[in-house]
């Protein structure tokens, strides 16, 4: 089946600690987001990536890291510098970049939480 | 800058409907609609694209009115599985960032 997949579902860190989320897709898509959502609050734009070895600072890109070396692959690392990372974080994909009314897909989703 | 969407919340009955409106201070190329229940990824509803287009899917429509900067949501004879909550996502133009509204929270009891 063709579609996003994200890992782990759920993930702890502790104070000071790095950790990388996972996002994989198999829908041959061009572009890929990662969205940071906070309890009763809407999505917004950490990074995105348009084609492999590019990406662009969203909104609230500080104290977050990405890369993009395969089109299918594109990996946030949660940084220490990140004072207040506990939220559900999205990775999403479309066909080609945004601004061309492409349909956005996303994946199921991850839970990180500071302990 | 972010959409803004009314109302925050709506609490319907079975069977009634319900309007969700999505505004911008800036100009629109694209409206696009989600739902989204607690801990789950947002499912993708419709898009639409300027040209005051209207889109159906099921008993779930939208309208785009471009020159008004707004797109409205419509569900009718709502049923239990449509509680969720509703993101409206905007583009400006070409080469622009889909950006979301903060969500309309919909329950719909028996």
């Known amino acids: 089946d063709g579609g996003i997949t994200q890992s782990p579902k759920y993930l702890f860190r502790k104070e000071g600690q790095n950790v990388t989320l996972s996002c994989e897709q198999n829908l041959n898509h061009d572009a890929m987001y990662w969205y940071r959502q906070d309890p009763g609050q809407g999505l917004r734009l950490i990074y995105y990536s348009q084609i492999v070895n590019d990406f662009q600072k969203g909104d609230i890109a500080e104290g977050y890291s990405v890369s993009r070396e395969k089109k299918e692959s594109f990996p946030l690392t949660v940084t220490s510098a990140q004072k207040n990372p506990t939220a559900f974080y999205l990775c999403?994909?479309?066909?080609?970049?945004?601004?061309?009314?492409?349909?956005?897909?996303f994946g199921e989703g991850s839970w990180l939480t500071v302990v | 800058q972010q959409p803004v969407q009314s109302p925050q919340a709506v609490i319907l009955r079975e069977g009634e409907d319900a309007v969700i409106n999505c505004s911008s201070s800036?100009?629109?190329?694209?409206v696009h609609w989600y739902r989204q229940k607690h801990g789950e990824a947002p499912v993708f509803l419709m898009i639409l694209l300027k040209g005051g287009e209207q889109k159906g899917h099921d008993k779930i429509s939208a309208s785009f009115n471009e020159k008004k900067q707004q797109s409205s949501l419509y569900l009718t004879a709502s049923q239990l599985s449509y509680s969720g909550t509703y993101f409206c996502g905007t583009e400006s133009g070409s080469g622009s960032r889909l950006t979301f509204g903060e969500g309309t929270q919909l329950t719909v009891n028996p």
């Open positions: 999403a994909s479309s066909i080609s970049g945004a601004g061309h009314g492409n349909t956005i897909y």
């Open positions: 800036k100009a629109l190329y694209s």
